[in-house]
């Protein structure tokens, strides 16, 4: 590409809010980071970088946005896979020079759809952009080492996101890494170094890796010695990670943890059933007690949190209103920091089985995987499930025994946590109890939208994203078309069992032309 002035980069964290809130969620933590991590493949004096996320500020509805760029870069979570076509869409028209490159899970899982809207599909990492670059600009586009460009954030955030590691070496049915079946990989401490050398100071560090704790305890305590002395130099003040269950089988890892600066470690719980664990591949979370561990790690000075998922094609609500009832009475363990319904995300092994089960819905689409959208058929009647699904987020229902429970769990670990800690913990209670006060412009109170969605994949409404902001050429209207699961009689989308199975020969970056 020949170029009279600086290229310009547009990269977009795409994302279908599940609740339809239009105004992003500014609030949350974590946040996507995606987008900065990419940010940092192109070299900051030869192009111009911005950056955007759909999570954080709501949907891109900028029209002179979509003008601006020589190169739109595209990521994000599975279901947001119809939006990169909708953004695609938008740039295609204000700016038909510009260079559209994907990546993430859905375009590695789609690679034949994807091949059709996209210029180029990344099936690797943040390092396949910088081959992309420098193949479209030139290598005086490409950065020397790739350091997140956390200066384009726009965001307040107190906490400053690190990455230690790639992937997990674990194999959970419903992980999309699974799917993936890449390696677990460590970083080198000296990038682990920049890259918080390289972040704002004041601010809490918090690990964003799939698994921090990893696979090689000899390495993770070498890990935790290069964060123990940047944190004691004041670079950060204090940290967050999430770590696998096996974490808690050595009782000296919380020692180890709490001594190099951590405030607070986060851990799927995802089931108190055994046999749901068992179910969905999860056996390290049967290595140790799991409210055993949890208790441990509070004692120890240690901020706990975890998610819950549910399934009622497995489970019955009741066994679900049994596990939910346990917990808020609880009070030696903290309320989930979530709770969601199981997605079956496309090529894991939890896929493969409600396919081969025939437990998708009819007329299933990709935009529901949002862990709120029911997607297989459940054990109860499907009006009960529904209404289950659309109080869930919010334990509905439990306002008072919430209440109770904080007041419970303040009394227990008053002496083991801090203040700020503490706060911490009850303000998730809060959240889950009034989530009108405790987030900010307009973050779902489940408004009159809320009334026109069924939380039933087949009946669920598209939303207004699926109309197109402004006048688009007739040659972009599929793009608003939503990607399908299943067809109206329940059978595997044609479209998508040929993608499915041009999976095993993709290429690292594929380009249509």
Request: net charge positive.
């Amino acid at each position: 590409m020949t170029q009279t002035r600086m290229p310009r980069v547009l990269i977009v964290l795409a994302h279908f809010d599940e609740t339809r809130n239009p105004k992003g969620r500014p609030d949350f933590v974590p946040q996507g980071t995606g987008h900065a991590f990419l940010a940092g493949a192109f070299n900051r004096e030869t192009v111009q970088v911005r950056i955007y996320s759909e999570f954080h500020d709501g949907p891109l509805l900028d029209e002179a946005a979509f003008a601006w760029p020589d190169m739109l870069v595209l990521t994000g979570v599975t279901a947001s896979f119809d939006r990169m076509r909708h953004l695609t869409a938008y740039v295609r028209t204000k700016a038909p020079w510009c260079v559209v490159v994907v990546g993430g899970p859905a375009a590695r899982t789609l690679p034949l759809s994807s091949a059709r809207v996209f210029d180029y599909v990344c099936d690797g990492d943040v390092e396949d952009l910088q081959l992309v670059a420098r193949e479209v600009f030139g290598d005086w586009a490409v950065s020397e080492s790739v350091l997140p460009r956390l200066d384009l954030l726009n965001w307040r955030s107190p906490v400053n996101y690190i990455e230690t590691s790639r992937y997990c070496n674990f194999r959970c049915t419903f992980c999309a890494l699974t799917a993936e079946g890449r390696s677990y990989r460590i970083y080198d401490h000296g990038y682990i170094e920049a890259q918080i050398r390289n972040a704002p100071r004041n601010k809490y560090a918090m690990f964003i890796d799939n698994n921090f704790y990893g696979n090689n305890r000899d390495a993770f305590l070498s890990k935790l010695q290069v964060i123990k002395s940047l944190w004691r130099e004041g670079l950060f003040k204090g940290w967050l990670a999430l770590v696998t269950w096996d974490f808690f089988k050595d009782t000296r890892n919380l020692d180890a943890v709490r001594e190099s600066g951590c405030l607070g470690l986060f851990s799927g719980v995802e089931s108190l059933s055994e046999t749901q664990l068992r179910r969905y591949q999860k056996k390290q979370n049967l290595v140790v007690p799991q409210l055993d561990a949890i208790r441990a790690c509070l004692e120890a000075g240690v901020v706990f949190q975890y998610g819950l998922i549910f399934d009622p094609s497995s489970q019955t609500l009741q066994a679900i209103r049994d596990e939910l009832a346990f917990l808020t009475s609880e009070r030696s363990v903290p309320l989930p920091a979530f709770l969601s319904l199981t997605i079956p995300l496309l090529g894991t092994p939890l896929f493969n089985e409600c396919v081969a089960n025939k437990r998708f819905l009819p007329s299933a689409k990709l935009r529901d995987m949002d862990g709120f959208t029911l997607m297989t058929r459940p054990l109860d009647p499907m009006e009960a499930v529904a209404l289950f699904a659309r109080r869930v987020a919010r334990l509905h229902g439990y306002r008072y025994r919430i209440l109770r429970h904080c007041l419970g769990f303040y009394l227990t670990y008053r002496q083991s946590l801090s203040g700020r800690q503490m706060i911490h913990m009850l303000a998730n209670s809060a959240r889950l109890t009034l989530p009108s006060i405790i987030h900010r412009r307009g973050f779902p109170t489940r408004s009159s939208a809320d009334d026109r969605l069924t939380y039933v994949t087949t009946t669920q409404p598209l939303g207004p994203l699926y109309t197109p902001l402004f006048h688009l050429p007739e040659m972009f209207r599929g793009h608003f078309s939503p990607t399908m699961i299943t067809d109206a009689s329940g059978e595997l989308d044609e479209d998508l069992a040929r993608n499915l199975e041009a999976r095993s020969g993709r290429t690292k970056i594929s380009h249509p032309n």
